[in-house]
Nanobody, 117 residues
Protein backbone atom coordinates (compact mmCIF):
# COMPACT_ATOMS: atom_id res chain seq x y z
CA UNK A 1 0.00 0.00 0.00
CA UNK A 2 1.27 3.42 -0.95
CA UNK A 3 2.02 5.87 1.86
CA UNK A 4 2.61 9.56 1.28
CA UNK A 5 4.14 12.03 3.73
CA UNK A 6 4.16 15.75 2.95
CA UNK A 7 6.42 18.34 4.54
CA UNK A 8 7.70 21.84 3.94
CA UNK A 9 4.67 23.92 4.75
CA UNK A 10 4.77 26.94 7.00
CA UNK A 11 4.06 30.62 7.40
CA UNK A 12 5.48 32.96 4.80
CA UNK A 13 4.91 36.55 3.75
CA UNK A 14 3.32 37.37 0.42
CA UNK A 15 5.93 37.24 -2.31
CA UNK A 16 7.91 34.58 -0.52
CA UNK A 17 8.67 30.99 -1.45
CA UNK A 18 8.25 27.52 -0.04
CA UNK A 19 9.15 24.07 -1.31
CA UNK A 20 6.87 21.19 -0.41
CA UNK A 21 8.08 17.61 -0.45
CA UNK A 22 6.13 14.37 -0.63
CA UNK A 23 7.98 11.18 0.23
CA UNK A 24 6.42 8.04 -1.18
CA UNK A 25 6.81 4.57 0.31
CA UNK A 26 5.28 1.21 -0.44
CA UNK A 27 5.60 1.60 -4.21
CA UNK A 28 8.30 2.66 -6.58
CA UNK A 29 7.70 6.31 -7.40
CA UNK A 30 8.55 5.82 -11.06
CA UNK A 31 5.36 3.74 -11.43
CA UNK A 32 3.13 6.47 -10.01
CA UNK A 33 1.37 9.46 -11.58
CA UNK A 34 1.55 12.17 -8.94
CA UNK A 35 -0.26 15.35 -8.09
CA UNK A 36 -0.54 18.15 -5.57
CA UNK A 37 -3.92 19.35 -4.33
CA UNK A 38 -4.91 22.05 -1.89
CA UNK A 39 -7.92 22.82 0.24
CA UNK A 40 -8.60 26.22 1.72
CA UNK A 41 -11.07 26.71 4.61
CA UNK A 42 -14.63 26.49 3.38
CA UNK A 43 -13.59 25.49 -0.13
CA UNK A 44 -13.41 22.26 -2.06
CA UNK A 45 -10.15 20.48 -2.61
CA UNK A 46 -8.62 21.53 -5.93
CA UNK A 47 -5.94 20.09 -8.15
CA UNK A 48 -2.92 22.38 -8.23
CA UNK A 49 -0.49 20.43 -10.42
CA UNK A 50 0.32 16.96 -11.63
CA UNK A 51 3.29 15.23 -13.19
CA UNK A 52 3.63 12.16 -15.36
CA UNK A 53 5.62 9.06 -14.51
CA UNK A 54 8.64 10.29 -16.45
CA UNK A 55 8.34 13.88 -15.29
CA UNK A 56 8.16 15.14 -18.86
CA UNK A 57 4.47 16.05 -18.81
CA UNK A 58 3.10 18.50 -16.26
CA UNK A 59 -0.13 20.36 -15.63
CA UNK A 60 -0.89 23.47 -13.56
CA UNK A 61 -4.11 25.10 -12.63
CA UNK A 62 -4.31 28.59 -14.07
CA UNK A 63 -3.94 30.41 -10.77
CA UNK A 64 -0.44 28.99 -10.15
CA UNK A 65 1.01 28.93 -13.66
CA UNK A 66 4.36 30.67 -13.79
CA UNK A 67 4.70 30.61 -9.98
CA UNK A 68 4.64 26.92 -9.01
CA UNK A 69 6.77 24.08 -10.34
CA UNK A 70 6.12 20.40 -9.78
CA UNK A 71 9.02 17.98 -10.08
CA UNK A 72 9.98 14.50 -9.06
CA UNK A 73 13.12 12.63 -8.06
CA UNK A 74 12.34 8.98 -8.59
CA UNK A 75 15.65 7.94 -7.06
CA UNK A 76 14.62 9.62 -3.82
CA UNK A 77 10.96 8.57 -4.10
CA UNK A 78 10.06 12.23 -3.63
CA UNK A 79 7.80 14.68 -5.42
CA UNK A 80 8.25 18.42 -4.94
CA UNK A 81 6.18 21.53 -5.34
CA UNK A 82 8.25 24.70 -5.57
CA UNK A 83 6.03 27.67 -4.81
CA UNK A 84 7.27 31.16 -5.62
CA UNK A 85 5.68 34.58 -5.42
CA UNK A 86 3.16 33.27 -2.94
CA UNK A 87 -0.11 35.10 -2.45
CA UNK A 88 -2.54 35.11 0.49
CA UNK A 89 -5.00 33.18 -1.68
CA UNK A 90 -2.50 30.30 -1.80
CA UNK A 91 -3.20 29.69 1.87
CA UNK A 92 -4.45 26.12 2.22
CA UNK A 93 -3.61 22.63 3.33
CA UNK A 94 -1.59 21.03 0.54
CA UNK A 95 -1.83 17.31 -0.18
CA UNK A 96 0.03 15.01 -2.51
CA UNK A 97 -1.77 12.12 -4.13
CA UNK A 98 -1.33 9.28 -6.60
CA UNK A 99 -3.52 8.60 -9.59
CA UNK A 100 -4.49 5.16 -10.86
CA UNK A 101 -6.38 5.22 -14.11
CA UNK A 102 -8.75 8.15 -13.74
CA UNK A 103 -8.97 8.05 -9.95
CA UNK A 104 -6.89 9.93 -7.43
CA UNK A 105 -6.34 7.32 -4.75
CA UNK A 106 -3.74 7.48 -2.01
CA UNK A 107 -3.42 10.75 -0.12
CA UNK A 108 -0.97 12.17 2.38
CA UNK A 109 -1.96 13.85 5.64
CA UNK A 110 -1.37 17.32 4.25
CA UNK A 111 0.89 20.23 5.13
CA UNK A 112 -0.37 23.70 6.04
CA UNK A 113 0.73 26.68 3.97
CA UNK A 114 -0.16 30.12 5.29
CA UNK A 115 0.67 33.26 3.34
CA UNK A 116 0.36 36.55 5.19
CA UNK A 117 -0.33 39.83 3.42
Amino acid sequence: QVQLVESGGGLVQAGGSLRLSCVVSGRTLSSLFMGWFRQAPGKERELVAHISWSGISTYYTDSVKGRFTISRDNAKNTVYLQMNTLKPEDTAVYYCATKTGTTWGSWGQGTQVTVSS
